[in-house]
């Protein structure tokens, strides 16, 4: 089968990853990434993909109506899986705007090309968060497809709004659709401003650790490969309409997964510094991952004490990919969040 698979977001930290495992998965199938490069995104992230005769990259907005419109008459997609989305809770409370225009309008545009030129599948790729929070002293709970809706910050609520559209736009108009809802990833090429990468990046200058509150705050990882064979199965063979949860039934403090860094690079516990709470700030997600591993046969497969050792060994190894970024634009945003804290 010679597909075509569109990947918005592909330069980003979970996109990047997927590229890689669908030109490794699918040798046969062509690539086609949209990203237009903001902060988040890093052609370096690319540099691989770029020398495989299957991989195009196209440097375009998913808000750019015409653009996108242009890419879809060239190369004809039959499936669109949409990562691109500004994805930072921390920078949706500084600055919710550009949320709204990328996660929401930017899903709008990408589903209206799907309409316009046909497309076999168009797969949302949403998150956990759009369930809001549980509470921490209820480890019986955890977020199913039917939890409902009831987001905490700007990130999340433009996410619910994106996954209504999309329902609303397989229901009114019968666009192939499908969303899958993940907890919180780490691995290669995350972004030092989220939680992992951050505390291995500071540890290793041997600056400050900033946890947040008193770092009881509850995530559920997933190494960022399962996540991708998970969105690799619901594309080719989730039931159109549906919403999948992915999760790694994995719960960690979150001063609990700093003390793990710090005790792998050898860092004193000293660096860690208590800072303000995030404002909203939820207290403890967890996926119940029944559906897809009943529907799909998905299970996670990398454990997190040996995903960790090989996102830390990664940052080890590629020091040139996150120092660039920290001396970059990364630099002002680091004094705006915790300069005062
Ligand atoms: P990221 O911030 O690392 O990457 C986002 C990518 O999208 C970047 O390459 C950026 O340049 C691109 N982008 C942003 N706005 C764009 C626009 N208007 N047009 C084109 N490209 C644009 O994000 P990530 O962590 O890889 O997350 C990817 C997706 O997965 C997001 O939709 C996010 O909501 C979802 N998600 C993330 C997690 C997580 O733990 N990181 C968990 C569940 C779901
Ligand atoms: P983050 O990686 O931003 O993901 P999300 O908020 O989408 O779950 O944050 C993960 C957790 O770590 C969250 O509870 C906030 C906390 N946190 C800190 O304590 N310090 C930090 O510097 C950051 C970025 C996050």
Not at 83 to 97: G, L, N, Q, Y
Request: hydrophobic fraction near 35%; aromatic fraction near 12%; glycine fraction near 8%.
């Amino acid at each position: 089968m010679n597909k075509t698979l569109l990947i918005t977001g592909g330069a980003g930290f979970i996109g990047s990853n997927f590229v890689y495992h669908m030109l490794r998965e699918h040798p046969d199938y062509k690539i086609v990434c949209v990203d237009c490069l903001t902060y988040a995104g890093n052609m370096s992230t690319l540099a691989g993909a770029m020398q495989n005769d299957h991989f195009v990259f196209y440097k375009t907005n998913i808000c750019d109506r015409a653009g996108i419109y242009r890419i879809f008459e060239t190369e004809k997609p039959d499936t669109v899986v949409n990562f691109a989305a500004e994805s930072h809770v921390d920078r949706s409370i500084e600055s919710p705007e550009i949320f709204l225009q990328t996660n929401i309008l930017g899903t709008q545009v990408m589903m209206d090309a799907c309409r316009k030129y046909g497309i076999g599948r168009y797969h949302q790729v949403s998150t956990d968060e759009v369930y809001g929070d549980l509470p921490l002293d209820r480890p019986d709970l955890f977020f199913t497809e039917e939890t409902p809706i009831h987001t905490s910050s700007p990130y999340s609520a433009s996410k619910a709004s994106a996954d209504l559209l999309v329902q609303a736009y397989h229901r009114t108009f019968g666009l192939p659709a499908t969303i899958s809802r993940c907890s919180n990833n780490y691995g290669p090429y995350h972004f030092p401003e989220k939680l992992i990468p951050l505390m291995i990046a500071n540890c290793l200058q041997d600056k400050p650790l900033p946890v947040y509150g008193e770092g009881l705050n509850v995530r559920d990882w997933l190494y960022v490969e399962d996540h991708c064979r998970a969105i690799d199965l619901i594309i080719h063979r989730g039931r159109v309409g549906e919403v999948y949860n992915v999760g790694g039934h994995n719960e960690m403090k979150n001063i609990d997964i700093v003390k793990l860094i710090c005790d792998y690079l050898g860092k004193p516990y000293s660096l860690i510094t208590h800072v303000a709470d995030r404002k909203g700030h939820d207290m403890r997600y967890a996926i119940d991952p029944t559906k897809i591993h009943r529907e799909l046969g998905w299970l996670p497969e990398t454990k997190f004490a040996d995903g960790i050792k090989k996102t830390i060994d990664w940052y080890l190894e590629n020091r040139d990919w996150w120092q660039t970024i920290l001396s970059g634009e990364y630099r002002n945003y680091y004094e705006r969040m915790y300069g005062n804290r």
